[in-house]
């Protein structure tokens, strides 16, 4: 099957935007704005044709020891246009976030940092599709220096490639690698290093509404953090996550809707507690 050469433009790309940090530009406390299972599901590089969509994802984790339960709920937008460039077809997309975070009693809910996709473009060359965009994380959490926050008040921007290949006899291989730069923290000074991600499926088709697979992640720190004469910086973090993911597309008031779930088991973990992720996902248009 050949490529497309735009594509292999592309790809190069992000290989250079992935590998470029404008300065020693991820874990202040152990912290990341990657989250296991925001990115990987069946059809990961696959948009519709147009029109304006749903795409709602909430996610639920807690620690082995259930000290540090945390719930996330985005309900993104995403509107797929028919304007093409580089031969790929041109869209954007908003992802306002809300999270609660700690006991129920005392920990903390509210607005958490957004998820911004201002250019992305998504190309199909018979089996294989690619999905390609910069994605940005803003500081619109509530941030309080010290204080149990659901925000991190830094911004971090993330360089992504999604791709999905269609297997014959109804089997499909998706995988999308990111690469995030994150700004400093103005309130600590601190400034976090930067990150790899990869994410990936591996799903069967039952039917062409029904898809049973293995999803799973990579996330590893690649450059140390910085931070203020006197302030201990924290370890790379390092962790890997493996599990079951059901997905089924019903038609509701006759419109189809994508619903998945995705339980996510964390391992080889380090620089903070390792956990487990319940994931769902809903996708539907307007």
């Known amino acids: 099957m050949p490529v497309d050469r735009r594509f292999l433009s592309v790809l190069c790309l992000w290989i250079g935007l992935a590998w470029y940090s404008p300065a020693d530009l991820a874990g202040e406390n152990g912290g990341t704005n990657y989250l296991p299972g925001f990115y990987g599901d069946f059809g990961m ?80 060359w018979g089996r294989l599709t690619a999905l390609a965009y910069e994605g940005i994380i803003a500081p619109t959490g509530r941030y309080r220096k010290g204080e149990l926050n659901a925000g991190r008040n830094l911004w971090t921007f993330d360089h992504i490639l999604s791709l999905t290949y269609a297997l014959p006899y109804q089997w499909e291989v998706s995988a999308t690698f990111g690469y995030m730069n994150n700004l400093r923290n103005p309130a600590t000074r601190y400034l976090s290093g930067d990150e790899f991600h990869f994410d990936y499926l591996v799903g069967y088709y039952l039917r062409p ?23 201990e910086t924290a370890a790379l973090g390092e962790a890997a996550t493996i599990g079951p993911v059901l997905m089924v597309a019903p038609r509701l008031g006759g419109r189809e809707v994508t619903l998945s779930r995705k339980w996510l088991h964390e391992f080889n973990v380090s620089g903070r507690p390792p956990g487990d992720y319940w994931v769902w996902r809903a996708f539907m248009a307007f």
Do not use: C
């Not at 898809?211 to 302030?231: C, E, H, M, N």
């Open 45 to 124: 590089a696959v948009m519709p044709e147009r029109g304006t969509f749903l795409n709602n994802f909430m996610a639920a984790t807690v620690d082995r020891a259930g000290e540090y339960p945390a719930g996330f709920e985005m309900p993104g937008i995403l509107h797929v246009t028919e304007q093409q460039l580089l031969g790929g077809r041109y869209l954007v997309g908003f992802y306002p976030a809300l999270a609660g975070l700690g006991d129920p009693k005392t920990g903390r809910f509210g607005l958490a940092d957004s998820y911004l996709i201002p250019a992305a473009l998504n190309w199909r």
């Open 209 to 231: 509404e029904v898809g049973l697979g293995i999803a799973g992640s990579w996330y590893r720190q690649t450059t140390a953090d910085r931070a203020p004469a006197g302030v």
